[in-house]
DNA sequence: ATGGCTTTATGCTAAAGA
Protein backbone atom coordinates (compact mmCIF):
# COMPACT_ATOMS: atom_id res chain seq x y z
CA UNK A 1 0.00 0.00 0.00
CA UNK A 2 1.68 3.28 -1.34
CA UNK A 3 0.83 6.69 1.29
CA UNK A 4 1.96 10.20 0.42
CA UNK A 5 2.13 13.25 1.60
CA UNK A 6 2.68 17.05 -0.43
CA UNK A 7 2.18 20.46 0.84
CA UNK A 8 0.85 21.52 -2.72
CA UNK A 9 0.88 25.38 -1.65
CA UNK A 10 -2.53 25.83 -3.62
CA UNK A 11 -4.45 23.02 -4.82
CA UNK A 12 -5.99 25.32 -7.16
CA UNK A 13 -2.50 26.21 -8.45
CA UNK A 14 -1.17 23.22 -8.93
CA UNK A 15 -4.14 21.04 -10.30
CA UNK A 16 -2.65 20.10 -13.02
CA UNK A 17 1.07 18.93 -11.12
CA UNK A 18 -1.19 16.84 -8.89
CA UNK A 19 -3.32 15.15 -11.61
CA UNK A 20 -0.18 14.34 -13.69
CA UNK A 21 1.59 13.30 -10.26
CA UNK A 22 -1.49 10.85 -9.13
CA UNK A 23 -1.32 9.40 -12.94
CA UNK A 24 1.94 8.71 -13.13
CA UNK A 25 2.63 7.89 -8.87
CA UNK A 26 -0.58 5.79 -8.80
CA UNK A 27 -0.53 6.04 -4.77
CA UNK A 28 -3.73 4.42 -3.17
CA UNK A 29 -3.98 7.08 -0.49
CA UNK A 30 -2.48 11.03 -1.06
CA UNK A 31 -2.39 13.47 1.96
CA UNK A 32 -2.59 17.12 0.77
CA UNK A 33 -1.35 20.32 2.79
CA UNK A 34 -1.65 23.72 2.38
CA UNK A 35 -4.55 24.05 0.33
CA UNK A 36 -5.35 27.66 0.06
CA UNK A 37 -8.45 27.99 -0.63
CA UNK A 38 -12.40 27.02 0.85
CA UNK A 39 -13.08 25.25 -2.56
CA UNK A 40 -11.38 21.83 -3.48
CA UNK A 41 -12.12 21.03 -6.98
CA UNK A 42 -13.50 17.17 -5.59
CA UNK A 43 -14.56 16.46 -9.35
CA UNK A 44 -11.13 15.99 -10.91
CA UNK A 45 -10.32 13.89 -8.27
CA UNK A 46 -13.07 11.83 -8.28
CA UNK A 47 -12.29 11.10 -12.09
CA UNK A 48 -9.57 9.75 -11.41
CA UNK A 49 -10.88 7.49 -9.26
CA UNK A 50 -10.22 9.02 -5.88
CA UNK A 51 -12.26 9.20 -2.60
CA UNK A 52 -12.02 12.84 -1.23
CA UNK A 53 -12.41 13.99 2.38
CA UNK A 54 -11.15 17.92 2.05
CA UNK A 55 -11.21 20.75 5.32
CA UNK A 56 -10.69 23.98 3.47
CA UNK A 57 -9.78 27.68 4.47
CA UNK A 58 -10.00 31.22 2.75
CA UNK A 59 -6.38 31.86 1.52
CA UNK A 60 -4.61 29.94 4.37
CA UNK A 61 -3.87 26.16 5.45
CA UNK A 62 -6.59 23.46 4.42
CA UNK A 63 -6.07 19.89 4.23
CA UNK A 64 -7.37 16.92 2.06
CA UNK A 65 -6.89 13.07 2.13
CA UNK A 66 -7.11 11.13 -1.27
CA UNK A 67 -8.23 7.58 -1.17
CA UNK A 68 -8.75 4.88 -3.84
CA UNK A 69 -10.84 2.98 -1.15
CA UNK A 70 -13.53 4.41 1.09
CA UNK A 71 -13.13 6.94 3.67
CA UNK A 72 -14.49 7.56 7.33
CA UNK A 73 -13.84 11.05 8.54
CA UNK A 74 -13.15 10.78 12.24
CA UNK A 75 -12.72 13.90 13.11
CA UNK A 76 -11.29 17.66 11.36
CA UNK A 77 -10.18 19.01 14.65
CA UNK A 78 -7.49 18.44 16.28
CA UNK A 79 -8.59 18.10 20.00
CA UNK A 80 -7.42 20.61 23.25
CA UNK A 81 -8.51 23.84 21.64
CA UNK A 82 -12.07 23.95 20.64
CA UNK A 83 -11.55 28.13 19.80
CA UNK A 84 -9.04 26.95 16.84
CA UNK A 85 -10.23 27.33 13.69
CA UNK A 86 -7.46 26.81 11.64
CA UNK A 87 -7.76 23.98 9.02
CA UNK A 88 -5.11 21.73 9.56
CA UNK A 89 -6.12 18.66 10.91
CA UNK A 90 -8.12 15.34 9.27
CA UNK A 91 -8.09 12.01 10.71
CA UNK A 92 -9.58 9.51 8.78
CA UNK A 93 -10.39 5.88 8.82
CA UNK A 94 -9.26 3.79 5.66
CA UNK A 95 -9.58 0.29 5.19
CA UNK A 96 -9.28 -0.41 9.48
CA UNK A 97 -5.91 1.92 9.18
CA UNK A 98 -5.94 5.25 11.41
CA UNK A 99 -4.50 8.00 8.74
CA UNK A 100 -4.20 11.44 10.08
CA UNK A 101 -2.94 14.24 7.69
CA UNK A 102 -1.66 17.27 9.63
CA UNK A 103 -0.29 20.80 8.22
CA UNK A 104 1.22 22.09 11.67
CA UNK A 105 1.81 25.56 12.01
CA UNK A 106 4.97 27.76 10.69
CA UNK A 107 5.71 29.37 13.81
CA UNK A 108 7.46 32.39 12.83
CA UNK A 109 8.57 34.73 14.17
CA UNK A 110 9.47 33.50 17.52
CA UNK A 111 8.18 35.35 20.71
CA UNK A 112 4.75 36.18 18.78
CA UNK A 113 1.43 34.34 19.26
CA UNK A 114 2.08 32.15 16.10
CA UNK A 115 4.63 30.31 17.89
CA UNK A 116 2.86 30.05 21.18
CA UNK A 117 0.30 28.79 19.28
CA UNK A 118 2.88 26.41 17.12
CA UNK A 119 3.31 25.11 20.56
CA UNK A 120 0.22 24.67 21.87
CA UNK A 121 -0.61 22.94 18.71
CA UNK A 122 2.05 20.46 18.91
CA UNK A 123 1.39 19.76 22.88
CA UNK A 124 -2.34 18.39 21.41
CA UNK A 125 -0.94 16.59 18.48
CA UNK A 126 0.98 15.07 21.02
CA UNK A 127 -2.09 14.37 23.44
CA UNK A 128 -4.31 12.97 20.80
CA UNK A 129 -1.71 10.64 19.47
CA UNK A 130 -1.09 9.49 23.01
CA UNK A 131 -4.89 9.06 23.40
CA UNK A 132 -5.04 6.39 20.25
CA UNK A 133 -1.74 4.58 21.42
CA UNK A 134 -3.39 3.92 24.90
CA UNK A 135 -6.41 2.99 23.32
CA UNK A 136 -4.37 0.44 21.31
CA UNK A 137 -5.53 2.40 17.55
CA UNK A 138 -2.48 2.47 15.73
CA UNK A 139 -2.00 5.30 13.72
CA UNK A 140 -0.09 6.75 10.60
CA UNK A 141 0.44 10.68 10.92
CA UNK A 142 1.92 12.03 7.78
CA UNK A 143 2.10 15.81 6.68
CA UNK A 144 3.85 19.42 6.94
CA UNK A 145 5.08 19.33 10.39
CA UNK A 146 7.04 22.20 9.94
CA UNK A 147 10.16 20.89 12.05
CA UNK A 148 13.66 20.18 11.27
CA UNK A 149 14.04 16.86 13.16
CA UNK A 150 18.30 17.09 13.33
CA UNK A 151 20.92 18.89 11.76
CA UNK A 152 21.80 17.00 8.73
CA UNK A 153 18.20 17.67 7.89
CA UNK A 154 18.71 21.24 7.61
CA UNK A 155 21.27 22.82 4.74
CA UNK A 156 22.54 25.75 7.17
CA UNK A 157 21.47 24.36 11.11
CA UNK A 158 23.56 27.43 12.53
CA UNK A 159 21.87 29.93 10.98
CA UNK A 160 18.44 28.27 11.33
CA UNK A 161 19.25 27.41 14.48
CA UNK A 162 16.88 30.24 16.47
CA UNK A 163 14.20 29.43 14.02
CA UNK A 164 10.77 28.32 15.07
CA UNK A 165 11.32 25.17 12.81
CA UNK A 166 14.61 23.95 14.00
CA UNK A 167 15.20 25.85 17.64
CA UNK A 168 15.61 23.22 20.90
CA UNK A 169 12.10 23.76 22.07
CA UNK A 170 10.57 22.73 18.73
CA UNK A 171 12.68 19.88 18.43
CA UNK A 172 12.21 18.70 21.71
CA UNK A 173 8.50 18.33 21.11
CA UNK A 174 9.23 16.48 17.77
CA UNK A 175 11.64 13.98 19.82
CA UNK A 176 8.53 13.97 22.15
CA UNK A 177 5.99 12.05 19.78
CA UNK A 178 8.62 9.85 19.04
CA UNK A 179 9.42 9.00 22.43
CA UNK A 180 5.34 7.60 22.47
CA UNK A 181 6.86 5.03 20.14
CA UNK A 182 6.12 6.64 17.06
CA UNK A 183 8.91 6.38 14.14
CA UNK A 184 9.77 8.87 11.58
CA UNK A 185 9.94 6.23 8.74
CA UNK A 186 12.05 8.28 6.46
CA UNK A 187 14.62 7.32 8.82
CA UNK A 188 14.16 3.73 8.74
CA UNK A 189 15.63 3.46 5.15
CA UNK A 190 17.96 6.28 4.97
CA UNK A 191 20.45 7.71 6.84
CA UNK A 192 22.39 10.27 4.56
CA UNK A 193 22.41 13.89 4.88
CA UNK A 194 20.86 16.95 2.64
CA UNK A 195 17.57 14.37 2.32
CA UNK A 196 15.08 17.25 1.42
CA UNK A 197 11.33 18.28 1.48
CA UNK A 198 11.61 21.53 0.97
CA UNK A 199 13.77 23.83 -0.92
CA UNK A 200 12.12 28.22 -0.73
CA UNK A 201 11.69 29.39 -3.72
CA UNK A 202 13.99 32.18 -3.45
CA UNK A 203 17.20 32.09 -6.03
CA UNK A 204 19.16 29.61 -5.98
CA UNK A 205 17.77 27.17 -2.99
CA UNK A 206 16.86 24.29 -5.23
CA UNK A 207 19.76 24.52 -7.83
CA UNK A 208 22.16 23.97 -4.80
CA UNK A 209 20.25 22.04 -2.78
CA UNK A 210 20.10 24.34 -0.14
CA UNK A 211 16.67 22.36 1.40
CA UNK A 212 15.03 21.06 4.69
CA UNK A 213 13.40 18.20 6.01
CA UNK A 214 10.30 19.28 7.06
CA UNK A 215 7.44 16.62 5.72
CA UNK A 216 6.99 13.23 7.75
CA UNK A 217 5.49 10.41 8.69
CA UNK A 218 5.28 9.05 12.30
CA UNK A 219 3.94 5.27 12.44
CA UNK A 220 2.63 3.53 15.29
CA UNK A 221 4.56 0.15 16.16
CA UNK A 222 2.19 -1.98 14.53
CA UNK A 223 2.87 0.06 11.24
CA UNK A 224 6.50 0.29 11.79
CA UNK A 225 6.54 -3.04 11.80
CA UNK A 226 5.17 -3.35 8.20
CA UNK A 227 6.91 -0.75 7.15
CA UNK A 228 8.80 -1.21 3.12
CA UNK A 229 9.94 2.13 1.75
CA UNK A 230 9.76 4.96 2.84
CA UNK A 231 10.59 7.89 0.20
CA UNK A 232 11.15 11.49 -0.95
CA UNK A 233 9.95 12.19 -4.93
CA UNK A 234 12.19 15.31 -5.28
CA UNK A 235 10.63 15.34 -9.51
CA UNK A 236 7.49 17.46 -8.71
CA UNK A 237 9.75 20.93 -7.05
CA UNK A 238 11.89 20.40 -10.53
CA UNK A 239 8.78 21.25 -12.56
CA UNK A 240 8.06 24.73 -13.57
CA UNK A 241 5.27 26.81 -11.24
CA UNK A 242 6.35 24.08 -8.89
CA UNK A 243 5.32 24.08 -4.86
CA UNK A 244 7.86 24.70 -2.84
CA UNK A 245 7.77 21.11 -1.08
CA UNK A 246 7.77 17.68 -2.57
CA UNK A 247 5.68 14.64 -2.32
CA UNK A 248 7.35 11.56 0.31
CA UNK A 249 6.36 8.30 -0.27
CA UNK A 250 5.17 5.74 2.42
CA UNK A 251 5.04 1.76 1.30
CA UNK A 252 3.53 -0.80 3.60
CA UNK A 253 3.20 -4.01 3.32
CA UNK A 254 0.25 -6.72 4.75
C1' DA B 1 22.22 40.44 2.36
C1' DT B 2 17.66 42.89 5.03
C1' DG B 3 12.75 36.98 1.96
C1' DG B 4 16.43 37.53 -3.23
C1' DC B 5 9.93 34.10 -4.64
C1' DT B 6 4.95 32.64 -4.65
C1' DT B 7 0.12 32.74 -3.42
C1' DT B 8 -4.20 34.78 -1.90
C1' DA B 9 -7.30 38.55 -1.22
C1' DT B 10 -14.79 42.42 0.44
C1' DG B 11 -7.09 43.07 -3.69
C1' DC B 12 -3.64 46.84 -6.89
C1' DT B 13 -0.21 46.55 -1.22
C1' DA B 14 -0.08 43.44 2.58
C1' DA B 15 0.32 39.15 4.83
C1' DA B 16 2.04 34.62 5.16
C1' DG B 17 4.96 31.09 4.23
C1' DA B 18 9.75 28.57 6.04
Known amino acids: MKIAIWNVNSIKARLEHAQNWLAATQPDVLMLQ ?3 GLEFPLDVFKAAGYEVVYKGQKAYNGVATLSRTPIALITDQLAGDDADEQSRYLETD ?9 YLPNGNPVGTEKYSYKLAWMDRLYQRMKVLRDQDIPAIVGGDFNIIPEARDCYDPVGWSDDALFRLESRQKFRALLNLGYTDAFRVFNQQDAQYSFWDYTAGCWPANKGLRIDHFLTAPRYTDRLVDCVI ?15 VILTIGA
Open 233 to 247: DKGPRGLEKASDHTP
Open 34 to 36: ELK
Open 94 to 102: INGMRLINI
